[in-house]
T-cell receptor, first 113, second 119 residues
């Protein structure tokens, strides 16, 4: 158990809908990262938050947004969903913003139908 | 998005064999990490490397941070059936903002090496 908790584990929704994925980092970790894993794309970095502020942005679509709350949990919002958004979404956390190991949650499997 | 070149893409192992895989990049990295992912699970950290030339072991696993800072290697000795899975390398690049120093926090991942058991 990595200590990173993601909910829900599975999500099935229709195209055009909006969903929210939740992540609770390991106790004491200030950084949260979101990654998308599609079947043939590996792990793609979406966005990083450090202590409530956006720290780095990857290939995150404009339809996607995230935030980190004062209690350090994070939410990833995906809107106007398309079939191609079906993927595993992972959250990871680390103690600081750099030079530290990131620990992953078990992921949320999103299926858009 | 930016990714590391990880090879081989897949390999078959027989119990007891040694396994090697590597990651390369045209850019330098400050940190190299190796993860293993089982089906339906999140990646699990195996080894972390922080200095060029560093050689670190974790049981039967040994990883090295390349001298040029552009590559890393993972070796598994005397493989066992539970070694099957997908192995990912990941790296952190230096910060672009030299005033800040250190590394960019986000990890860049290779596409993975899938280890399977020989039929």
């Amino acid at each position: 158990d990595s200590g990173v908790t993601q909910t829900p584990k599975h999500l099935i929704t229709a195209t055009g809908q909006r969903v929210t994925l939740r992540c609770s980092p390991r106790s004491g970790d200030l950084s949260v990262y979101w990654y998308q894993q599609s079947l043939d794309q590996g792990l793609q970095f979406l966005i990083q938050y450090y202590n409530g502020e956006e720290r780095a942005k990857g290939n995150i679509l404009e339809r996607f947004s995230a935030q980190q709350f004062p209690d350090l949990h994070s939410e990833l919002n995906l809107s106007s969903l398309e079939l191609g958004d079906s993927a595993l979404y992972f959250c990871a956390s680390s103690a600081a913003g750099q030079n530290t190991e990131a620990f992953f949650g078990q992921g949320t499997r999103l299926t858009v139908v | 998005g930016q990714q590391l070149n990880q090879s081989p893409q897949s390999m078959f192992i027989q119990e007891g064999e040694d396994v090697s895989m590597n990651c390369t990049s045209s850019s330098i990295f400050n940190t190299w990490l190796w993860y293993k992912q089982d089906p339906g699970e999140g990646p699990v950290l195996l080894i972390a490397l922080y200095k060029a030339g560093e050689l670190t072991s974790n049981g039967r696993l040994t990883a090295q941070f390349g001298i040029t800072r552009k590559d890393s290697f993972l070796n598994i000795s005397a493989s066992i059936p539970s070694d099957v899975g997908i192995y990912f390398c990941a790296g952190q690049r230096p910060n672009i903002d030299m005033n800040y120093g250190g590394s960019q926090g986000n990890l860049i991942f290779g596409k993975g090496t899938k280890l399977s058991v020989k039929p």
